[in-house]
């Protein structure tokens, strides 16, 4: 028993005196070395997942050229400016920040690693080597709300939503326009969770708005619930982020997928070719940034072509969900007739459009 | 034949020293199968989780700059603890702490108040905000009776929410697109840098006075030995007419100090501005810290270096041998399960009996 | 009043996982010891429940093998406090941060399985008939086994002679230690039921709620069961009213939203936790009940000698 004990500690103090003189781990020359930050862990559908398949998707196009490595659940604060700058100093040459809270962590490793190239999603703020990249997630919207709009019955529709950032809020405007760009009668409902992530809170509010007659749900939260929800109660659900159709075969009419794949691809090869720049990203539905999930089961050929037609109007360049006369929710004209609207008032939205019930909590 | 413990007089001098060592070997020794068992190399494992954090002088700076809140929030939670009084809600007393500084911080603004003015401002703004977080809880305690354990766990999420609504609303950067988060704060609301090249900041100097502070308050005032008498023995304590009101107040008036003094440091030292988030859950590890450094000032110190080494170690492992974030968490409770097991040989003595118990 | 009877089968199914995780720890507590594992217990019943659901596709095999779960991770608990006398604070925070880590470890396989879960009742003319139909049998099953969950532990602790002695053993362990009884072993045996009530709750999430698996689903639900303990004053009847009551003013709050309400979401989250507070001062103003109800030896530890 104690020689056994001794053995042990013998082999981890020797385990422990190893450790101590192993060199820090070899890398592999020559390929480009990427690296990501994930807000979250890698779960099955949602923000960070999206942003893995592009990772993972990359780096098979790129097979022999680049490497990936990634740190999961690096929480917005203080510690992401370590794990950043432990990631620029292990050698990572091309660095994904994805998401908003990274931003000045980025700004301030992006200062003291000159040769590194970082690429910030969401931000706003660029420097020599920090590029960002974001897409319209809204124009996703405005295609999924003609389609709700087509579906409902009870011209309720019910949108379940974490926090009333300009992203947010665009997103829940869009999908109104769209709703009502076919049924002029159609309405939103929100719903805000105060949360990213919860499950539960989710599904509660999407039940919520199911009693209050919503039969179209739709969220901007980062787990499958609402869709879940919506397959319970027998009403159509438009998923969001990632393609949601296994939990909800016959909910789920549509989803606004995110595809980062070949821009991720796309910035690894300039910086191998020696051609990258930071840029201001905002790609769309042209750009292959968004794409329309499947169609569910339920929805009519002709509900698809419109939405078909559409999204190629949208490629094209010809539609603009935000084109006036549009109206905000308190009867302000906030487009006139044939006006669309600024990239920058578009990124700093914080008012509802007509058709949305309710006031937006912290407007102003 | 078992194995009993027997109550030792007083507490082993060597088993204190003794114990925590052989509760990292105990790790150490279960890490080596986990890690075996994932087909990761043990030693390369622990070499990324103990040594390579510390292995720069940034490596270093951050140990320091994280062990800091969990020392300063541990060392105000002992205060209570010691009494009694089980102040839960540390994470909500240093949102409000953050709340306090970081408002004067953004009051401020433009208007070149000197840094020597407005930092010690800012850190009794956030000491106040936070004891007042806490007050609640303990005249909720002595004037209704109510539970500290649930109201100040209850006041988190409001302090957290209270905080989201913020930076949402009233004090979002007019010029961050609506995106949550203030301004960030001009230089001179920042805490000065201790070590170039790290961001290790002011804020440790203010931590480890605060911990010399309460080592004097516990060993060499009436109050805190009133506080020990009384958690030791209540009954005693009230028959010899030392107030629980008091102590109640005391121990929650010092961790709502302490917690909003380290929420301050965060604004003012790492982050230099309000996000939706201030701390990474430090107000409960540091209940953790308090406990595994049993509730003394130096053990706290060591405590709370040990635990930021765990979070530092978890992130080096993610990045140099693609452990699931998950395993940290895992580790830590490991470690932290063997460092409060080792403990009762401080108290007791292992001794092998017969079937029946010996009698005292 | 169809919205009615919708809300109220709403209530009962937010409220559910913390009946049963409350009512688990309720019992812990009365045998005078502080738990505060909860939220790694569900966990660990959350993703025990689904892996065994996946495999098997059996969800009631789930939901044992979540109380299994459950148990089990709070055997761990057991041994270092109960034995080991280690702080009971402290062993049960470092067992939720090791509950969330070992659960996000073993499920990482399982996050893109979907399962058939526990669907609610549907028993053709009661559940869809009148509203009293709907509201008696319109629930998930789990729910109603909650609600016997609820009837069993108040009955064993008030109306059986173990339950007489759990209480015994959390207020005054030495008395019982010294009329013979195995101070020790009840309290492990409370310990266990507590962890298995816990993983109940979190296979409720996990395979009935919202079947799915993913890191940290319960969402902080363990720490709101803590607290309705304390806010129940040690009394099986207001777990229930408590986790309705938490559960009604979360869902009331949605409804006001979803109605139009205009005030920022933050503060209206804020309610259930600022209403727990406020009904918990309420109830607790007379010192005596809670003297009464509180077990006297909670948190403290017990070595026999």
Redesign the interface.
């Known amino acids: 028993m104690s020689r056994t004990t001794r053995r ?2 013998l ?3 020797a ?2 005196a ?3 003189a ?1 060199p ?2 070899a890398q592999d020359k020559g390929a480009l070395k990427i690296c990501f930050v994930y807000v979250s ?1 890698i ?2 559908a949602g923000w960070t997942h999206q942003h893995d398949i592009a990772r993972i998707q990359m780096e098979k196009k790129l097979a022999g050229k680049v490497t990936t ?1 990634y ?9 992401a ?3 950043i ?3 620029a ?2 050698g990572c040459k091309l660095i994904f920040t994805t998401s ?2 990274y931003m ?1 962590p980025t700004l301030k490793v992006a200062k003291q690693f000159p040769n590194v190239d970082f690429e910030h999603a969401t931000g ?1 703020k660029t420097a020599k080597n920090v590029g960002i990249y974001n897409a319209r997630f809204y124009e996703g919207r405005y295609l999924a709300g003609i389609v709700a709009g087509k579906m409902t019955r009870t011209n309720i529709a ?1 949108y379940v939503a974490a ?4 992203e947010v809020v665009m997103g829940i405007d869009a999908f109104t326009r769209g709703m009502r760009s076919v049924n002029p009668k159609a309405v939103v ?7 990213w ?9 999407a ?6 007659g919503a039969d179209v749900l739709t969220h901007h939260t980062d ?3 609402v869709v ?2 919506a397959e ?1 109660k027998h009403v159509y659900a438009v998923a969001y982020h990632s393609d949601m159709s ?2 909800g075969p016959d909910a789920q009419i549509i989803a606004v997928t995110h595809v980062w794949d070949s821009y991720y691809t796309h910035v690894a090869q300039t910086v191998l070719d020696g051609t990258w720049k930071p840029d201001h990203v905002w790609g769309g539905i042209k750009d292959g940034m968004i794409r329309m999930g499947p169609f569910g089961k339920a929805v009519p050929q002709d509900v698809r072509d419109l939405e078909r037609k559409a999204e190629a109007e949208i490629a094209a360049g010809k539609l603009n969900p935000f084109t006036g006369p549009m109206k905000d929710n308190q009867g302000k004209l906030r487009l006139t007739a044939g006006q669309t609207i600024t990239d920058d008032a578009l ?4 008012y509802y459009v007509e058709g949305v ?3 937006l ?2 407007g ?1 | 034949m078992r194995i009993a413990l027997e109550a030792r007089r007083e507490a082993s001098r060597a088993a204190i020293v003794l114990a925590p060592v052989l509760a990292t ?1 105990a790790t ?2 279960v890490g ?1 199968v986990v890690f075996e068992a994932l087909g990761k190399d ?3 494992a ?3 989780f ?3 954090p510390v ?2 002088r ?1 490596g270093v700076g ?1 140990l320091l ?2 062990a800091s809140p969990l020392m300063l929030i541990a060392t105000g939670l002992a205060v209570g603890y010691r009494a009694n009084v089980w102040n839960i809600g540390a994470e909500g007393q240093l949102t409000l702490g953050a709340i306090a500084g970081g408002g004067l911080a953004l009051a401020a603004g433009d208007a070149r108040v000197p840094s020597a003015l407005l930092l010690p401002a800012m850190i009794v703004a956030g000491a106040l905000c936070g004891m007042a977080w806490a007050a609640i809880s303990a005249w909720l305690r002595t004037r209704f009776n109510a539970s500290e354990i649930l109201t100040s766990l209850m006041l988190v999420y409001v302090a957290n ?1 209270l905080l ?2 913020l930076i ?3 004090w ?1 950067d007019p010029d ?6 203030s301004k ?1 704060f001009t230089d001179a609301a920042l805490l000065p840098n201790l070590l170039s090249g790290t ?1 290790l900041n002011a804020g440790l100097l203010i931590a480890l006075a605060v911990v010399a502070m309460a080592w004097l308050f516990i060993r060499r005032s009436v109050w805190g030995f009133e506080m020990r008498v009384a958690g030791l023995a209540p009954s005693a304590a009230a028959y010899a007419g030392i107030s629980s009101k008091r102590n109640v107040w005391l121990g929650m008036l010092a961790g709502g100090a302490c917690a909003g003094i380290a929420g301050v440091n ?1 604004a003012a ?5 309000l ?6 859950g430090y107000g409960f590890a540091a209940i953790i810290v308090a406990f595994v450094g049993r509730l003394h000032p130096a053990g706290i110190v060591f405590a709370s270096l040990l635990m930021s080494l765990l ?2 170690g978890g ?2 492992a ?3 041998l ?1 452990l ?3 395993v940290t968490g895992l580790f830590q409770g490991t470690l932290l399960f063997f460092l409060l097991a080792a403990d009762v040989l401080v108290n007791y003595r292992l001794r092998v009996v017969g079937a029946r118990p010996a009698t005292p | 009043m169809d ?1 009615f009877a ?2 109220v089968i ?1 209530t009962f ?2 409220g559910t ?1 913390l009946v049963f995780a409350a009512l688990g720890e309720l019992v812990v507590e009365k045998a005078g010891v502080l738990n505060l594992g909860v939220e790694g217990m569900m966990l660990t019943g959350a993703v025990a429940s689904f892996i065994v659901t996946a495999d098997t596709h059996s969800p009631w095999l789930g939901v044992g093998a979540g109380a299994l779960g459950g148990a089990a991770l709070s055997l761990v608990f057991a041994v270092l406090a109960l034995t080991l006398l280690a702080n009971q604070v402290a062993t049960g925070l470092a067992l939720s941060l090791f509950g969330v880590g070992l659960s ?1 470890f073993v499920g990482r396989g399982y ?2 399985v ?1 399962i058939e879960g526990i ?2 009742l549907s028993i053709p003319g009661l559940s869809d008939a009148a509203i009293v139909g709907r509201l008696l049998f319109g629930h998930n099953p789990m729910v109603y086994l909650s609600l016997a969950l609820f009837v069993a532990v108040q009955w064993f602790l008030h109306r059986t002679r173990s339950g007489l002695l759990l209480r015994a053993v959390g207020e005054s362990p030495a008395s019982a230690h010294a009329i013979g009884h195995r101070v020790i072993a009840l309290r492990y045996a409370a310990v266990l039921f507590g962890g298995a009530c816990a993983g109940l709750g979190g296979a409720y ?1 996990a395979v009935a ?4 698996w ?8 363990g720490w709101i069961a803590l607290a309705l303990v304390v806010f129940a004053t040690w009394k099986p009847w207001r777990v229930l009213a408590g986790a309705y009551l938490f ?1 009604g003013v ?2 009331a709050q ?2 006001a ?10 503060l209206l ?1 804020m309610l259930p936790y600022v209403a727990t507070v406020v009904v918990l001062a309420i109830i607790s103003r007379d010192a005596t009940t809670i003297r009464l109800n509180a077990p006297a030896s909670l948190g403290k530890p017990f070595h026999p000698e």
């Open positions: 042990m500690t082999a981890t103090m385990a422990c190893l450790a101590l192993l820090a781990s862990p779960s099955d490595k740190v999961e659940n690096v929480p917005e604060g203080a510690d400016e370590r794990v700058r432990d990631l100093q292990s908003f809270g000045n706003y019910g926090f009333p950032i300009p409902k929100v719903v805000w969770t105060s949360s992530f919860d499950p539960g809170r989710e599904s509660e509010a039940n919520t708005l199911v009693a209050q787990s499958t619930a879940q929800a319970a296994k939990y990124s700093k939205m914080n019930e309710g006031t909590p912290s102003g | 070997l150490l020794a080596f043990p030693i390369a622990f070499h990324a103990f040594i390579q292995a720069t940034y951050e700059l994280k929410l989201s609504w949402h609303g009233p979002r961050g697109y609506n995106f949550p988060q960030q961001r965060e030292g790492p982050i230099g501005q996000l939706p988030s201030m701390s990474p979070y530092l992130e080096s993610q990045v140099n693609a699931p974030s998950a | 919205t919708q809300l709403l199914a937010a996982p996000a996050i893109s979907v669907k609610p999430m709620y919202t079947p799915s993913t890191e940290g689903m319960t969402a902080g639900r559960g979360t869902l949605f409804q939203q979803a109605a139009g309400v205009a005030i920022p979401s933050q989250a």
